[in-house]
């Protein structure tokens, strides 16, 4: 191995951001460590990886070792739809804060965290809270960073595909609402630009900045099935949030999160090539869920 090969370690490998970091960081040279609670997770993206670390985010005695000999950590680890008896605090910012730790003791020179588009102003959400406390310890912990805020990701918007394969997608309001999702691919570049530039928080949206009804078109088009559309009333969501939120206080947040992302609007600043309707075409081509 060169010596002036850059090291890091990626949390979070095992998700959909995460895999294409490790991929991108793969492709420009650096010597890639994965950090993950269940290895085998890994497998598909294993050829961009030179080194795996079983550890438990959460469980600061497993992370010892973790960073050491490590240039830059990323981590985009957090919950969206992991079920169990961790909440946001947790994992979001309890265990991105045992992973800070271990990194500032190892000297690691810079540490890049995912958080989400319009964080700072939407504090009144726990997901969001969580993630804004830890790029706050961040921010305080004296350590070299970038707090990545990004759009929805292609990924969630699968949500409409399965919708549209079914024949019919339901939105939260009328969904005018504007946003510009995007891929983990070109939001990976994002990331992994991040640990050569100076700036400390990018907000990033993808190429095309579209309304959630023209969304919920393309997904119905490359379905190939007719435009049957159905708004339900925000008011009646709110609703349901405010009882999920008795009943169920993680799923209810993660209801709040998702109301939110898809009746907020307002557009990040515009990076990368990827189209939302060639990933819907890529969807439409897989085998059906059994
Ligand atoms: N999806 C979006 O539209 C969006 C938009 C803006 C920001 N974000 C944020 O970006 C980050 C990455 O999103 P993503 O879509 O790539 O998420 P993802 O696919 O769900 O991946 C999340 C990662 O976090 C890990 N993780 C979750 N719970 C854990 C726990 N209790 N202990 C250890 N590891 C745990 C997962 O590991 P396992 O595989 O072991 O579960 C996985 O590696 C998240 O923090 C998310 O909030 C997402």
Not at 35 to 54: G, H, N, T, Y
Not at 98 to 108: D, I, K, S, Y
Not at 195 to 217: F, M, N, Q, W
């Amino acid at each position: 191995m060169s010596t002036d090969m850059k090291r890091v370690l990626v949390a979070g490998a095992t998700g959909y951001l995460g895999g294409f970091v490790a991929r991108e960081f793969k492709s420009r040279g650096y010597f890639v460590r994965a950090m993950a609670r269940s290895p085998k997770k890994l497998d598909p993206i294993r050829d961009s990886l030179d080194e795996v670390f079983q550890a438990e985010i959460t469980r600061p005695e497993t992370l010892d070792g973790a960073c050491d000999g490590m240039d830059i950590v990323f981590s985009s680890v957090g919950i969206t739809k992991q079920k169990g008896n961790l909440t946001f605090k947790d994992v979001d910012y309890q265990g991105n804060k045992n992973l800070l730790e271990t990194a500032q003791r190892a000297g690691v020179g810079k540490f890049i965290y995912v958080s989400v588009f319009r964080g700072p102003g939407l504090l009144h959400l726990d997901i969001v809270k969580a993630h804004e406390d830890f790029a706050s310890a961040l921010r305080h912990s004296g350590l070299s960073h970038t707090v990545i805020r990004p759009t929805g990701f292609f990924s969630d918007l699968g949500e409409y595909m399965k919708m549209a394969k079914r024949g019919r997608v339901y939105l939260f309001g009328d969904g005018n609402n504007r946003i510009n999702p995007i891929h983990g691919a070109d939001l990976a570049e994002v990331c992994v630009d991040a640990v050569e530039g100076d700036s400390k928080e990018i907000d990033v949206g993808g190429p095309e900045v579209l309304t959630h009804r023209e969304i919920a078109r393309l997904a119905l088009r490359a379905a190939g099935n007719p435009e049957r559309i159905t708004s339900v009333p925000v008011w009646m969501i709110c609703g349901l949030v405010s009882l999920s939120r008795i009943f169920n206080r993680h799923q209810g947040e993660l209801l709040a999160f998702m109301t939110e992302a898809m009746t907020g609007d307002g557009a990040a600043p515009q990076v990368g090539a990827r189209l939302l309707a060639d990933y819907f075409r890529e969807l439409a081509a897989e085998a059906p869920e059994s």
